[in-house]
């Protein structure tokens, strides 16, 4: 029985999506034949019905891993912040915090005052932009922030890599080792 890390699973599921990708692709392909009237067209090699069949299998075997993932990192916790969160939630927390800290960085890279080019305006007056917020502290925060989350994504993927589950219909797009 295959039985796959987390951690694996997750790369797996995109292979997975590729091969749906690539049989619906093939289909396309082998449905039709053109050819000149009164010769035979060439066949393809694998028929319509037998990629049909292939592209349904593979679009279960998505679904399955596809829910085995999501109850994994429902169901699985990792602790951050002197908090339980669940592997699902604390995704979504880093991928809000790498926003966040990306957000700050740019404003951190600011200038603190700027002459708008572009013309004048307000009657002849030359408009000047002014950041309204401490340059330096917005990067330091972003910066802050950006190890925070990479440590927050070091726990997700460490806690991953611990929980295994089994997935039969690996063994038809990994070669596995016992």
């Keep these: 029985m295959a039985k796959l890390s987390l951690a694996a699973l997750v790369p797996l599921r995109s292979d997975i999506a590729n091969k749906v990708t690539e049989l619906d692709n093939e289909r396309e392909q082998n449905a039709f034949g053109i050819y000149v009237k009164g010769e035979k067209a060439e066949e393809p090699t694998r028929s319509f019905v037998q990629i049909t069949e292939e592209l349904a ?96 994504s070091q726990l997700i993927e460490d806690e991953c890599h611990k929980i295994f589950l089994e997935f039969p219909q690996a063994e038809k797009y990994v070669e596995l080792e016992d």
């Design 57 to 152: 299998e593979a679009r279960e075997d998505f679904r399955v891993i596809d829910e085995l993932i999501h109850n994994a990192n429902l169901a699985n916790r990792i602790t951050w912040n002197n908090q339980e969160l669940s592997i699902f939630t604390a995704m979504q927390v880093a991928k809000h915090m790498r926003k966040e800290a990306s957000s700050l960085k740019r404003y951190g890279s600011m200038k603190k005052e700027e002459i708008n080019t572009g013309g004048y305006y307000n009657g002849g007056e030359k408009l000047i932009t002014r950041a309204m917020y401490d340059i330096a502290k917005a990067r330091e925060t972003g910066l802050q922030l950006e190890r925070k989350v990479k440590r927050l």
